[in-house]
């Protein structure tokens, strides 16, 4: 063995590992033809340079060929292509984003005003003395005035007089849920009259509503004195307590005396119409 020339790997075989006979034979070509040339390459340049740039480019290549999708190469179909990368739920998503817009915007302003009129009804105005005019909105709920409406000593419609000085027409229907238990707004409304002076009907208080577009009141009688829980010109809603059952006025006994009456003042069957109305 002749005395190496240049560097330790041109003076002993290449050592090549028994892993990979292919390999081991191409690296001992890249040697055998380097060696060849070995008298154009300077002195001390070491061949592990060379090497390494081989194996990364076959590292590279290997990256390559595994990290680009098939389809990505081979596929001139769009229509796959789509169905292989873009989930199912983005196209559909695209759908409604679609705004086409045409010559029928009048038509769209149209369908709004009607729809308002429908749904907001013109409120009524009334006059209530001391407070001037309020606006009745109007309301479809409506409630019984006592919590046991069941219970009742008198309806409406003629009879013989109670007592003396008592009407032979009984104008309002009598609600005997006990003393002392709540009175209460038959619906929405505000409150015309809240008196302790109201004569044969004793403590009263009146309510006006808006009912369907109609106007009608309610007047609760014979209430205990300083029950009153509402004032002139008050916005009250259905259910909401007026004062308590009493006798007060023209009664003989604890009750709550209930008329009803619309613009024209005439009294009605409140218990009927209640009875129509209360869900
Ligand atoms: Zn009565």
Redesign the pocket.
Known sequence: MTPPKHGRRAATPSPVRPTSARRSDFVAGIMSRLTRTGGSRPAGVSLRPVLSVIAMSFAGAMMVATSVPALAITATDTVARASVYAPAEDTIELAPQTVEVGSDGIMSTLAAEQYDVAAAPPPIVSQVASVGSVSLIDTGAVVWPVLTPEKRS?GYGPRSAPCSGCSTF?D???FTPGNGTPVMSIADGVVVLATENGGGLGVNVEVQHNVGGELVTSSY?HMQFGSIAVSVGQQVSAGQQLGVVGTTGQSTGP?L?LEMFGTDGARFDGFAWLSARVG
């Open positions: 008198g009984h309002g229907v009598d009688a009750h005396h």
